[in-house]
């Protein structure tokens, strides 16, 4: 199942740890909280989608016969970054995957890895009475997560036997498979 929260807290710490990176200080939040915006300067995380790759596949069973149906899904992030130093962030966020401690963390906290990233765009205007400097781009992760988990039982002991029969003149062997599943 996918655990939207543990990906939520996961990102969340990812872009703090990233602006830290650079000491760059930024409120983040997520957009659709049903909150008032944060102080500028601030990051915005929207989960666009969740589109899944691919067919499930199933894992090899375990000691007790049970095997994991395993899916690979992507999610797409919408980053939007408002305030001075906005566009730092979207560049930084282009160039995270030079620095691995900061993508190892966030693989090991959340299983996502980044996959790809559209261009920071600039779409800053008005707020009130001056120019906010925002820039917005889009991350697209991958990862996968288990659906289900199923018995498929072990096979303990497997028999080839043979019986000789004839056919047509011929003599063939006729193969006989005794399998005793757990």
């Not at 199942?1 to 990906?7: A, V």
């Not at 049970?66 to 992030?77: D, K, Q």
């Not at 779409?123 to 820039?135: A, L, P």
Request: proline letters at 4%; charged letters at 25%; a negative charge.
């Amino acid at each position: 199942m996918i655990d939207i929260n543990k990906i939520k807290d996961g990102l969340y710490d990812f872009f703090d740890t990233l602006c830290a990176y650079q000491e760059l200080t930024f409120n983040i939040q997520w957009a659709r909280d049903n909150q008032n915006k944060v102080a500028l300067p601030r990051i915005e995380l929207d989960i666009l989608s969740l589109p899944s790759v691919g067919s499930p596949i199933q894992m090899e069973p375990d000691v007790d016969g049970f095997s994991n149906i395993v899916h690979e899904s992507n999610l797409v992030l919408r980053v939007i970054a408002s305030g001075e130093n906005s566009c730092a962030v979207c560049t930084l966020l282009e160039m995270v995957s030079f620095v691995p401690d900061i993508i190892d963390d966030l693989r090991d906290d959340t299983g996502l890895s980044i996959l790809n990233s559209t261009d920071p765009m600039n779409i800053s205007g008005f707020n009130d009475q001056f120019v906010e400097e925002r820039w917005s781009m889009d991350v697209t992760f991958t990862f996968a997560y288990d659906m289900v988990e199923v018995e498929v039982g072990l096979i303990e002991h497997m028999e080839l036997s043979g019986q000789l029969v004839k056919e047509n003149g011929n003599l063939m062997t006729i193969p006989i498979f005794t399998i005793d599943k757990t």
